[in-house]
């Protein structure tokens, strides 16, 4: 366990799968998540949908190249192949204007890089129902 981590949160069983095709990127998110939540790294999104079939996610973190890879219309798509899913992407710039083209095609929210473990965690946080929404403003993103 980490410093800082509710130990009852570990058990509640939220799944969450981990969308990129830069595995460090993977591999970063899937640590800052993974003692609270059960993550899953996947490379594409075909096999994140694929195994969704088996093993129902609440949340997929989708990079903002497999998006564009899959054009903005997955966002739409997503929940209605896997009932319930909430999608979060994450962008490589606020200044480009995807994160709020994500949300617009139906995406629930977006992150901004550079990651850092506490906004992730309250990002995933609050689209998981476990922490109530906190404003920030732009230039911490």
Known sequence: MQIGVETSRAVENKRIFVVDDDEIIRAALQFMLHDEYETHEIASLDAALEKSTSYKPDLLIVSENVVKAAGLTILAEIPKRV????????VDSLQSGFGKESQAAGAHGYIVKPLTVEFVRQKVDVLLGRRQGVAIPLNVL
């Not at 009932?83 to 994450?90: D, M, N, Q, R, T």
């Open 83 to 90: 009932a319930g899913v909430k999608v979060l992407v994450i």
